[in-house]
């Protein structure tokens, strides 16, 4: 057996990334590693295996299997998108948004899910309902549901399509993180991006074809009182209201943590 700090101090990959990978290994603490312990040969073997394709440029997220967002922490795998701060973000401003008592949101592209049970976690009382497009993605969602204990209703379809005709005219909130990247953009994005999450996850047409979906259709299904929240590209936001507004929405745009326009707010006029 080698020692934790043997292992430590013998990668090329940055300190912390190595204790998470340990980590991951070995489900000790930071504190146990760092005080130095046994790893068993297996461990090492696999230890090593995930420091290859981590320098190969696999996400580390992908290689621990699960990324923290907000108050929960969801499995991830190349099926979904990783979280960003940046959806947290829109997560922590649709709290803020919701209606006290019982409600119902509509996270649409839930994707890992991490949007959707986050709401639920941190607001028991609100119906929550998660969409996707893709089966294999729902299968993740639901995956993250049952380990958190926390019950959302998955439905499968594309766009509001998938939701119950019943819920028509009854949603409090749509929360949406859509595909808004160009598909002229594709090339450019890191390779990290580009070569491991899912490309539909992230790219669709000029990267605003979502957000015309959103303006065309979502009042529909919005409550008197209803709002649409939803993650846009940093470059978008004009563009984005300017859509809103021909379909007879009023909107805002909020910023990121950098100071970047990333978030859209929209009700129906």
Known sequence: MDDS??????????????ERLLRAVTGASRTALLGGMAVGRDQKVRFRRLAV???????????????????????VDPRVLIPRPETEQLWDLAMGMLPAGPCTVVDLGTGSGC?????????????????????AVLEVACLNARRL????????????AALDPALRGRVEMILTNPPYIAESEWEDLPSEVRD???????????????YRRLAAEAAHWLSPDGVLAA????AQG?????????????????????????FLTARPG
């Open 53 to 75: 394709r981590r320098l190969a440029g696999e996400p580390l997220q992908y290689l621990e299997g699960t990324a923290a967002f907000g108050p929960i922490e969801v499995r």
């Open 196 to 210: 491991h999450e899912p490309r539909s996850a992230l790219v669709m047409g000029d990267g605003l074809d979502m």
């Open 238 to 262: 004009e563009a984005v209201v300017s859509i809103f507004a021909q379909a007879g929405w009023e909107s805002e745009i909020s910023q990121d943590l950098s100071g970047r326009d990333r």
């Open 115 to 135: 949007l959707a049970l986050a709401v639920k976690h941190r607001r028991p009382d609100v119906r929550v309902v998660a969409a996707d497009i893709s089966a």
């Open 231 to 234: 993650e846009i590209g940093a």
């Open 5 to 18: 700090r043997v292992l430590l101090a013998g990668s090329r990959l940055p300190a912390h990334e190595v």
């Open 149 to 160: 204990g926390l019950e959302v209703d998955l439905c499968h379809g594309d766009g509001l």
